[in-house]
């Protein structure tokens, strides 16, 4: 009888814990399956939005540099209005008219990552406190291109026109130039092409720096949340650093325009030679960027930075 107990108790017992084993086993695997889940749909929205906000910063930091240096930017002072791309055909487009036109498709393609962050954001896991900072921040870009009269309900539908249904993806340059080509849909991106040519001519400053300060706060949030390194400054550092006549992409569109080592090469695109006569320094070094003057926006453009190295002007003796 006692071996007969002892049987039965060693069979009882062996039986939990393999049942507890099992329980315990498929436990951490759902667990490990729903952090693969969470993270990789986390990464799916934070890394595009953390690489188009470090494009958006570049490019409209290509207008700071210049506006503070010379009073413009030139290589977007390419249209008077919004309505004259009607009719414009892809040479205009990939030639005289990239940097303006590419600048509002890096600008629609961040509205595009930014609105689908917003909407997602409750089905998104975030260390800490991060779910509750990134509608801040989200919130604080909006408002600052507020401030540029690209108003919230326009930015929501600048970026749904930079995104290909049912594929979800973006669209790409080429593509989204042939919306602009069409009254119809371009008629939601004059905003941001009526803000970029005024920048471009040396106006709306104070509008444009507020837009780079929270683009700059909300790149360093995703740099942590990411445990990435800092996007902002290896973006200005790609440009800086590129060998000549090579595009950002290693692509060969910049072949042969003749671009100066940190020079925007967009710049100089179009048969073959530069576009701009400004001097091929417009790319800010990494670090602090210069602050533009926080004049009124119709204030007076500020007179050009003396030419670095160049010797003091010494009046002949009388």
């Known amino acids: 009888m006692d071996a007969l107990s002892v049987t039965l108790v060693s069979a009882v017992t062996s039986g939990a814990i393999s049942l507890t084993l099992a329980w315990l086993s498929s436990r ?96 998104l896991r975030l260390a800490g406190n991060d779910d509750t900072r990134l509608p801040g921040l989200l919130q604080k870009v909006h408002a600052a291109f507020a401030a540029c009269e690209i108003y919230y309900a326009t930015q929501s539908s600048i970026g749904t026109d930079a995104l290909l249904e049912p594929e979800g993806r973006l669209r790409s340059y080429r593509e989204f130039c042939d919306l602009l080509a069409e009254p119809e849909r371009r008629v939601w991106a004059d905003p941001v092409i009526w803000f970029l040519i005024a920048v471009a001519h040396g106006e709306r400053r104070p509008a444009l720096q507020r837009a780079l300060d929270a683009l700059s706060e909300l790149s360093a949030f995703l740099d942590d949340s990411l445990a990435g390194g800092a996007s902002l400054r290896a973006r200005h550092g790609a440009e800086i650093h590129r060998p000549p006549g090579r595009s950002p992409t290693g692509a060969g569109a910049g072949v042969g325009t003749g671009a100066a080592p940190g020079q925007d090469l967009e710049a100089g695109a179009g048969h073959g030679r530069a576009a701009s006569t400004v001097p091929p320094n417009l790319i800010p070094a990494p670090g602090p960027r210069p602050r533009l003057d926080p004049g009124p926006d119709t204030g007076p453009s500020p007179r050009p930075a003396p030419t670095p190295g160049a010797a003091p002007h010494t009046p002949p003796p009388p």
């Open 28 to 123: 951490q695997q759902r667990r490990d399956s729903e952090r693969v889940q969470r993270e990789t749909r986390t990464t799916a929205y934070l890394n595009p939005l953390r690489w188009h906000t470090a494009e958006v910063h570049h490019r409209l930091s290509l207008y700071a540099t210049s506006v503070e240096r010379h009073g413009c930017y030139p290589p977007a002072q390419v249209l008077a209005e919004p309505r004259e791309m009607e009719g414009k055909g892809a040479v205009w487009f990939a030639g005289k008219g990239v940097v303006l036109g590419s600048s509002v498709w890096m600008t629609a393609c961040l509205f595009a990552q930014m609105t689908r962050t917003r909407h997602d954001l409750p089905f």
